[in-house]
């Protein structure tokens, strides 16, 4: 039994160094004594990257215990959460204040902290990811100060963490910029996708939201819109693709079945033919392959290390089943996305060393010079990210 293991099971780790975080002054302390002593510190939320964000040599944080609603400003529509407060545990407390998240991804299962870590996002050409919506965060220090970013004060450590990749520091809280509380309507049907091609900017513009799996083995997708609605929530709820109830009982979905996966989002206007270039790598070289191909929309946003950032993106994943190389597929994939002028998911895998994503990410020296600032010693990067840093300048 490994000690520690990501979803997937691709990352395990027998460490005896699991530290369960009690309170902020533990996780304070602990930053300190781990500075002082030389040795390296990541923090897990719910293990749900593909990329091997969390393995660390020395000590790994298991920060759910943070968790909870903290305080709430129905004025402004923001709280305080803890780091740890998985993204299920937040919807009915957040409901109950009248409020909600502007969007979720396809699950909810992951750690607030971990989710806004790598810009997780559902979909919705209108709608920004999880880590835009971050105007405040608690961070214990390389140096054992707990400091406090907001849009007021430490600015720019804020406009750098909002997407922080467990780099800054052990987070502890985070401030989340929410709406008014809202029902949602899911309609799902199945295309081909000559039929989407036909009709994919009029059926993005019409929708909050809209996505489309397709599955290579019967060249068929599962389309599905989602709306704003006034009706009443149907309870018990139905299955996806036809629920009707609040946004946080509608978004998430059931994803069982343990997979790796690469996403790369692109410049909105190149999805569709991005999307079908995959399509023939598919049909051409990988039949095999039976897992479903997914295509999301992604507003811009202005968070440094985001990858729709400043430009509307598309967002398309591929899959594979744990037990098969995916390195192949993948690097297949990622040769098309290139092309297209694609970021990878810093959640998800990829095979990008730091140059190349310093030249396709507008922020990247800003970022690493702000996260330097704050822990000078490397405290909080693990083997991988060290190995994207080193190379950067
Ligand atoms: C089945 C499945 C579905 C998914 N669906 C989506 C989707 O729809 N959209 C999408 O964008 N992504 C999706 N993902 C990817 C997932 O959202 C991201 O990888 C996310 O970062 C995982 O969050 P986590 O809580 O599991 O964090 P982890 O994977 O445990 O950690 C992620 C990062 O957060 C850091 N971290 C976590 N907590 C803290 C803390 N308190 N302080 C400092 N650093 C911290 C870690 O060090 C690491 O760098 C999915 C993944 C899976 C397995």
């Known amino acids: 039994m490994p000690d520690w293991s990501n979803w997937s099971g691709r990352h395990r780790l027998h460490t005896g160094n699991l530290h369960f975080l009690r309170s ?34 020395d000590i790994i944080v298991d920060a759910q215990a943070l968790a909870g609603v903290l305080s709430v400003d129905k004025e402004q ?33 992951q750690a607030i902290a971990g989710a806004t870590a790598t810009g997780t996002h559902g979909t919705g050409p209108k709608l920004r990811n999880l880590s835009a919506a971050v105007t405040g965060m608690r961070i214990a220090l390389a140096s054992g100060e707990l400091i406090t970013a907001t849009e007021t004060r430490n600015p720019e450590l804020l406009q750098a963490a909002r997407l922080h990749l467990g780099a800054f520091g052990i987070v ?53 819109t989602i709306d704003e609605t006034d009706e009443p929530a149907q309870y018990p709820l139905a299955a996806e693709g036809s629920r009707l109830a609040w946004s946080h009982e509608v978004l998430p979905n059931h994803r069982p079945h343990k997979h790796t996966e690469m996403e790369y989002s692109v410049p909105a206007d190149r999805g569709l033919a991005c999307f079908n270039a995959i399509r023939e790598l598919l049909r051409n070289d990988f039949k095999d392959v039976a897992w479903p191909v997914e295509f999301r929309t992604l507003a811009a946003d202005d968070v440094w290390m985001s ?23 993948y690097n297949a994939c990622e040769a098309i996305f290139r092309a297209h002028e694609g970021r990878p998911h810093w959640g998800k895998m990829h095979y990008l060393n730091g140059p190349t994503l310093r030249a396709i990410h507008p922020r990247w020296d800003e970022w690493w010079a702000v996260r330097d600032s704050v822990d000078p010693n490397r405290t909080f990067l693990n083997s991988f990210l060290e190995g994207l840093s080193t190379s950067r300048r």
Not at 24 to 45: M, N, Q
Not at 95 to 102: I, K, R, S, T
Not at 193 to 216: G, K, S, T, V
Request: aromatic share 6%; proline share 3%.
């Open 77 to 109: 529509k923001r709280v305080w959460v803890g780091a740890g407060t998985r993204i299920h545990s937040l919807g009915a407390p957040l409901n109950d204040a009248g409020l909600g998240l502007h969007n979720q991804g396809d699950i909810d299962q």
């Open 172 to 224: 502890t809280a985070l401030e989340l910029q929410l709406r008014n509380a809202y029902r949602l309507k899911e309609v799902s049907s199945r295309s081909n996708l000559e039929e989407i091609a036909e009709r994919i900017d009029a059926e993005i513009a019409a929708h909050r939201h809209f996505e489309f799996f397709w599955y290579p083995q019967n060249d068929m997708a599962f389309v599905k």
């Open 307 to 329: 990858t729709a950032y400043e430009r509307p993106t598309v967002t398309i994943s591929v899959h594979q089943t744990t037990d098969e190389d995916e390195t192949d597929y």
């Open 24 to 57: 902020e002054e533990d996780a304070a302390a602990l930053a300190a004594k781990a500075s002082r002593e030389g040795l390296r510190i990541r923090t897990a939320g719910a293990g749900h990257s593909h990329a091997p964000l969390v393995p660390c040599e």
